[in-house]
Antibody, heavy 121, light 108 residues
Framework: EVQLVESGGGLVQPGRSLRLSCAASGFTFDDYAMHWVRQAPGKGLEWVSGISWNSGSIGYADSVKGRFTISRDNAKNSLYLQMNSLRAEDTALYYC??????????????WGQGTLVTVSS | EIVLTQSPGTLSLSPGERATLSCRASQSVSSSYLAWYQQKPGQAPRLLIYGASSRATGIPDRFSGSGSGTDFTLTISRLEPEDFAVYYCQQYGSPRFTFGPGTKVDIK
């Protein structure tokens, strides 16, 4: 059974940093791209960042480029999101999602339950 | 960046009725790399359709997808009580994996 478990969310002041983690199990982690998707309270889904199976390709939404860094550790079956210079508009539930392919061309077939990030003073 | 527009914003229907949801892209979606997701309150999204028309594992055949290029449609042939939810389209053919704003299907 595929499982994605996010952690690392919490309340943080504007301008500070936070690191999210996603522990994956139930599939061959290094065969697939992985992504972070967020959802602000009462709003729609926003793709944040994605990383290919071997970390060779990485993408970011314009809203987080230069502030967030995605990474993965295939030996630990883990995905990470380093979030710096956090802003109030980064407040959201952050989902980890598995893609069906190694980079583009793969829809997101499994999702975690999310970890809540609240940016407030 | 490909921008996705979904219509209508809200669709009010009764159980047993047919639902037709639209997703339009600002430019052609590569190789029909268009997906549909269902999200219920308090739950993570669930993949329904990928490749514009292929049902994901375990998805009932009352859900179908069609379209190509810039115009795509999700059809629910007969609404079941558990189908009332928000539906998002997504393109995944370019390295900006954009989502549409969603269509809420609620009970009339």
């Amino acid at each position: 059974e595929v499982q994605l478990v996010e952690s690392g969310g919490g309340l943080v002041q504007p301008g500070r940093s936070l690191r999210l983690s996603c522990a994956a199990s139930g599939f061959t982690f290094d065969d697939y791209a992985m992504h972070w998707v967020r959802q602000a309270p009462g709003k729609g889904l926003e793709w944040v960042s994605g990383i290919s199976w071997n970390s060779g390709s990485i993408g970011y939404a314009d809203s987080v480029k230069g502030r967030f860094t995605i990474s993965r550790d295939n030996a630990k079956n883990s995905l990470y999101l380093q979030m710096n210079s956090l802003r109030a508009e980064d407040t959201a539930l952050y989902y980890c999602a598995k893609a069906r392919r190694t980079w583009v061309a793969g829809a997101f077939d499994y999702w975690g339950q999310g970890t809540l990030v609240t940016v407030s003073s | 960046e490909i921008v996705l527009t979904q219509s209508p914003g809200t669709l009010s229907l009764s159980p047993g009725e047919r639902a037709t949801l639209s997703c339009r892209a600002s430019q052609s979606v590569s190789s029909s790399y268009l997906a549909w997701y269902q999200q219920k309150p308090g739950q993570a999204p669930r993949l329904l359709i990928y490749g514009a028309s292929s049902r994901a594992t375990g998805i009932p055949d009352r859900f179908s997808g069609s379209g190509s290029g810039t115009d795509f449609t999700l059809t629910i042939s007969r609404l079941e009580p558990e189908d009332f939810a928000v539906y998002y389209c997504q393109q995944y053919g370019s390295p900006r994996f954009t989502f549409g704003p969603g269509t809420k299907v609620d009970i009339k």
